[in-house]
């Protein structure tokens, strides 16, 4: 009876995670620190809209390289759905930056760079 119980058990548990359930990244490019209403001074937030959306990145397959940022972005917003790493400018392992999932995080880059995320359980 036990048996059954546990089995009947992990079988919802697997039932419950989508056949789509991906590890996405998402990445904004900002060129400036928005101005504040009061008195036009930079607000530490960025400006909306970004100057890009990159296209997503999927890392459930292993790491991934976003596009190269364009030549105004000063700043990046990262998202993952997952907790990952990060590197800008070469490979990431699980021993770069790590980042908490659906914690977005702020990161001053160079025009042209890239950055390399993995998924780091």
Do not use: H
Not at 34 to 43: C, D, E, K, L, R
Not at 57 to 70: M, N, P
Not at 82 to 109: D, H, I, N, R, W
Not at 113 to 119: E, P
């Amino acid at each position: 009876m036990l048996r059954k119980f546990i089995l009947a058990a992990a079988l919802f548990a697997l039932s419950a995670i989508p056949a789509n359930a991906a590890s996405r990244v998402w990445i904004s490019e900002f060129a400036v620190l928005t101005a504040t209403a009061s008195g036009g001074s930079p607000g530490q937030m960025a400006a909306l809209p970004s100057l890009t959306d990159q296209s997503t990145l999927d890392i459930s397959g292993g790491v991934q390289t976003s596009a190269a940022f364009g030549s105004q972005t000063k700043y990046i917003r990262v998202t993952c759905e997952v907790q990952c790493a990060v590197k800008v400018g070469g490979t990431a392992t699980t021993s770069s930056l790590p980042l908490a999932a659906m914690a977005s995080e702020y990161f001053g880059v160079q025009p042209g760079a890239t950055l390399s995320v993995i998924a780091n359980p």
